[in-house]
């Protein structure tokens, strides 16, 4: 999930700079409307997107990730994966009623803005006409719209009122209002996330620039500049509306309608978004993948076999499921089958990490809390350790753990189609 989110963030930025530098300042507020929305879509559904033939482009080696060690609480235990997957539940736990403490309050928050407009709808004289529902708002000098219903302060001078209804018309026809909706459902959904925020404002900017030039087209303009500089102050706060009085937009709206038409070879700036998502597909093409082998016995956890994106050799290339013979770990080798070799060489390594992990380095460095160890180790031609590399906040921590894995004993190196092969491991220390 986090990984998801990290993601979709990352795309939002790319999809709203290209926005902000090159699209932004030209007249194609259509075009504008079309690539803010289609990207605030793209960004979520990316990530879920692999095409298997750009997996390809970026080289890749296999890497075997071995079941997780957990050592402490006054002695060396070596746990399976069930113990990582509760240390992983209960981090996440806290997260989890975080994120959903989150949604609950900015999904009343909607209602309640929901509510607000449907007061108004309920309170305040109503006039049908043929597209739209006319709210005749007492004692107000506000004006917006919200899907048909468009609403008008009894306040605002009769002749302002005309130029209002057909600035309003133009966003009850184009539907503005379901794309503002739609952003706030993501704010619902996605309501730590500023760039959903960000979003919903450029798409506001874009409805009332595409209502401007709409109206524009058969009024006078200075007549037109006088209604956006008049100054009203109490339009509803709600995100969701199309406000005709928005402070915050009446300069950017004036410097638009002044603005000359973009002309259209500037349209090719749209075509950017094709090597952008280009790109975002490799790399969620590309993106660490895990297959899961066999179970090894009903005690056994499954290892994953991750794709890792940093290119090795080819000649180690060779993923622990898939190489014919596997490394075998002493003791072990009267075991017949493979996923008797595999269970046996990942309990051996596990005993061997926590009998001999210097556990007291704790007490010395005065650490608390769980400390996680990352350690990546190769097992060569000659069945022999190599390339060990660990990876910890506490320097003390990793080079124990490089110490211990260097200790491992000589093993039978894995074959390959009647060669001998380096197979690569990984595996992680929860200390």
Request: glycine share 4%.
């Amino acid at each position: 999930m986090i990984h998801y989110i990290i993601q979709t963030v990352a795309f939002q930025v790319f999809f709203l700079l290209v926005y902000d530098v090159f699209l932004k300042k030209e007249t194609f507020f259509n075009w504008n409307r079309f690539y803010l929305i289609t990207t605030a879509v793209l960004s979520l559904i990316l990530p879920f997107i692999q095409i298997e033939s750009f997996s390809d482009i970026v080289p890749q080696n296999y890497i075997i990730a071995l079941p997780e060690v957990v050592l402490g609480q006054g002695q060396s235990n070596v746990l399976t994966q069930d113990a990582s997957q509760t240390f992983l539940s209960n981090s996440l736990s806290f997260l989890e009623i975080a994120f959903y403490l989150g949604v609950g309050v900015s999904a009343i928050l909607f209602v309640s803005k929901l509510s607000k407009v449907a007061k108004l709808i309920r309170v305040n004289p109503k006039e049908f006409r043929k597209h739209l529902v006319l709210v005749n708002l007492l004692n107000s000098s506000a004006s917006f719209s919200f899907f048909k219903y468009v609403f008008l302060g009894e306040n605002i001078a009769n002749s302002e009122k005309e130029t209002i209804l057909k600035h309003e018309l133009i966003h009850v026809k184009h539907k503005h209002s379901a794309d503002l909706v739609g952003f706030e459902i993501l704010r619902i959904l996605f309501w730590f996330n500023p760039l959903i925020y960000m979003y919903q404002n450029r798409i506001t900017e874009v409805h009332e620039f595409i209502a401007d030039a709409e109206v524009v087209k058969n009024e006078n303009k200075s007549a037109y500049y006088q209604n956006l500089l008049a100054q009203v102050f109490d339009t509803q706060k709600i995100s969701f509306i199309n406000p005709f009085f928005k402070q915050s937009l009446i300069k950017k709206r004036i410097i638009m309608l002044q603005k000359s038409k973009s002309k259209q070879t500037q349209l090719f700036k749209y075509a950017l978004i094709i090597p952008l998502v280009l790109g975002m597909l490799v790399y969620t093409s590309c993106k660490t993948k895990k297959h899961v082998t066999e179970a090894h016995s009903d005690t056994e956890k499954k290892e994953n076999i991750i794709v890792r994106e940093d290119q090795v050799d080819e000649d180690i290339a060779v993923p622990f499921g898939v190489v014919e013979h596997v490394p075998v770990f002493p003791g072990c080798e009267e075991l017949e089958t493979k996923a008797e070799r595999k269970a046996c060489f990942s309990k051996s390594v596990t005993t061997h990490v926590a009998k001999n992990f210097n556990t007291k380095i704790a007490d010395s460095l005065g650490l608390k809390g769980q400390q996680r160890i990352n350690v990546i180790f190769k097992i060569n031609k000659k069945g022999e350790i190599e390339d060990v590399r660990s990876r910890s906040p506490q320097p003390e921590l990793a080079a124990e753990a490089i110490r211990v894995i260097n200790t491992l004993p000589k093993m039978t190196p894995g074959m390959q189609k009647n060669k001998l092969v380096t197979v690569p491991y990984s595996l992680p220390i929860v200390f």
